[in-house]
């Protein structure tokens, strides 16, 4: 059974960081590209950072760019978001997922979300 | 203001068909790159409904439908159930953004 379970979120004030970890179990980590989406309270969703199965590319998107770091680690079966000069704008549920490769940016299995409150 | 526009609720009763647009533009649905289609619940994360504009992932009803023309998408649902009630996400990519791009979502009540 694929599972991916994030951990590290918190409240944080702005300015502040963290490092969220996904751990994953059930399949080839190794081979996927994985994802971070976030969604802020009551909002939509929104793809922050994407990296291919061997971590050699990163896609992130501008709004997190220079702040936010994705990694991962193939012999852990985990992957990473450095986050750093959290804003009040960065509070909201963040999921890792995996990227199902059947298509272009479908992603297959979710995380249950790990929340992020920035506020002094 | 998502680059995906969807409307933010449609409604329906039982056993009727309720379709929910994703409008894009010619630098994403139009620029030809796939839809995929997700179903979230309060509090739940994201489920794939529909991948790759009409494909359904093992498990889904086939009660949920995909298509796509021009710079439009759109699902479609029949045979509506009281567990269908949840918010629906289309998302594509924007080669003009180079970014995945999600429509604002469409909340689906039913009645």
């Known amino acids: 059974e694929v599972q991916l379970v994030e951990s590290g979120g918190g409240v944080v004030r702005p300015g502040g960081s963290l490092r969220l970890s996904c751990s994953t179990s059930g399949f080839t980590f190794s081979t996927y590209w994985m994802t971070w989406v976030r969604q802020a309270p009551g909002k939509g969703l929104e793809w922050l950072a994407s990296i291919k199965p061997d971590g050699s590319e990163k896609y992130t998107v501008d709004s997190v760019k220079g702040r936010f770091t994705m990694s991962r680690d193939n012999a852990e079966n985990s992957l990473f978001l450095q986050m750093n000069s959290l804003r009040a704008e960065d509070a909201a549920v963040y999921y890792c997922?995996?990227?199902?490769?059947?298509?272009?940016?479908?992603?297959?299995?979710w995380g249950q979300g790990t929340l992020v409150t920035v506020s002094s | 203001q998502s680059v995906l526009t969807q409307p933010p609720s449609v409604s329906g009763a039982p056993g009727q068909r309720v379709t929910i647009s994703c409008t894009g533009s010619s630098s994403n649905i139009g620029a030809n790159y796939d839809v995929h289609w997700y179903q979230q619940y309060p509090g739940i994360a994201p489920k794939l409904l529909i991948y790759?504009?009409?494909k359904r992932p093992s498990g889904v009803p086939d009660r949920f439908s995909g298509s796509k023309s021009g710079t439009s998408a759109s699902l479609a649902i029949t045979g509506l159930q009281a567990e269908d009630e949840a918010d629906y996400f289309c998302q594509s990519y924007d080669i003009s953004l180079s970014v995945v791009v999600f429509g604002g979502g469409t909340s689906l009540t039913v009645l």
């Open positions: 997922a995996r990227v199902s490769g059947r298509s272009s940016y479908d992603a297959d299995y």
């Open positions: 790759g504009n009409n």
